[in-house]
């Protein structure tokens, strides 16, 4: 009964995991899925860029990482690297180069990950919570074979970002000074703010109190002391100084000396105000290169690239 019960976690767990990656259009060839066993469960041809987070559907009596792990390796069965996660819903697993890649679970045998007693299977049957349905997305430009399709619906979900109309979501679209600033101010939870000294923001403007308030703590300057040009795009680089600036005021950022390499084949063409901004964009994986391995600090970031880099920044914060 009780082995019987694990091969359910597994094949549960597994299976929730393969689903997920049938929707997903990504960078990695190959995925193939094991049981406890070794018995191959599934493979699968996906396409996305790294790193890829996998969410369980159901909340199961057993917690990831004390009960039971996950692991993922290239080929080298030796080289096994165990796979991130916050919490006992959400995995993570990022891998370093194209190729073949084998995710499956190890249930812990007396001890966890961190050396602690494991937590044994109770026996009876296996039962999941129902969970919520996820709101509908009005956009008729926002489908489910989209590589934006996740995060479009979590910054709607979650009240960050909406359409440009009541059908419309445009993730092509450049996203503005004043929408960047907007989506910020509504993840620290709008608070009361006074007018803007800049002219060219209207006080009725739907960005006025998020301009007031990332100007005033210094998460955003204007050109000059009274203009901020809230319609004008927001470069990646901008974007990735801005989010870096955003969490120093929330006291997420690094602290101290601190630098990493980058290695994008465009980096002399980044500016100089926006490299720690992009250091840190590119450790935390909020924003990664292109596919050639550019990272395009002049090109404008567009709607569907705010709502990716949006959710990753609140992901990594949790």
């Known amino acids: 009964m009780f082995h019987m019960e694990r091969q359910q976690i597994y094949l549960s767990f597994l299976n929730q995991i393969l689903k997920l990656l049938k929707i997903l259009k990504c960078i990695i060839l190959i995925c193939t899925l094991y049981d406890a066993n070794g018995?191959?469960?599934s493979s699968e041809q996906i396409k996305d860029i790294f790193p890829v987070q996998i969410t369980l559907n159901a909340s199961l009596p057993y917690t990831l990482g004390k009960d039971y792990s996950v692991y993922f390796c290239d080929g080298n069965a030796a080289k096994k690297q165990n796979v991130i996660y916050?919490?006992?819903?959400?995995?993570?697993?990022?891998?370093?180069?194209y190729g073949r890649f084998t995710l499956y679970a190890k249930w812990n045998e007396g001890k966890t990950d961190d050396g602690t007693e494991a937590t044994p299977a109770p026996t009876g049957e296996l039962t999941t919570e129902p969970q919520p349905t996820a709101k509908p997305m009005p956009f008729t430009d926002v489908n489910a074979g989209d590589w934006f399709y996740n995060n479009v619906q979590y910054v709607y979900e979650n009240g960050?970002?909406?359409?440009?109309?009541?059908?419309?979501f445009a993730p092509n679209e450049n996203v503005t000074r004043g929408m960047f600033v907007t989506i910020l101010y509504r993840m620290d939870g709008e608070p009361n703010m006074g007018a803007s000294?800049?002219?060219?923001?209207p006080s009725d403007a739907y960005y006025a109190n998020a301009v007031a308030w990332a100007n005033a703590n210094g998460i955003v300057e204007g050109y000059s002391d009274t203009e901020y040009a809230p319609d004008d795009a927001v470069t990646r680089e901008q974007a990735a100084a801005i989010l870096f600036r955003y969490a120093a005021y929330k006291g997420e950022g690094p602290t101290g000396a601190w630098a990493i390499r980058l290695d994008y084949p465009d980096l002399a063409e980044i500016s100089d105000w926006a490299a720690e901004g992009v250091m840190f964009c590119t450790m935390k994986d909020i924003m990664v290169g292109r596919v050639s391995g550019e990272f395009d600090p002049k090109v404008?970031?567009?709607r569907a690239e705010g709502a990716a880099v949006f959710e990753r920044y609140?992901?990594?914060t949790r």
């Open 39 to 41: 018995k191959e469960i």
């Open 86 to 97: 916050s919490d006992k819903s959400k995995v993570t697993f990022q891998a370093s180069k």
């Open 160 to 168: 960050l970002m909406s359409g440009v109309s009541d059908t419309e």
């Open 197 to 201: 000294t800049f002219t060219d923001v």
């Open 300 to 302: 404008n970031i567009t």
């Open 314 to 316: 609140l992901n990594m």
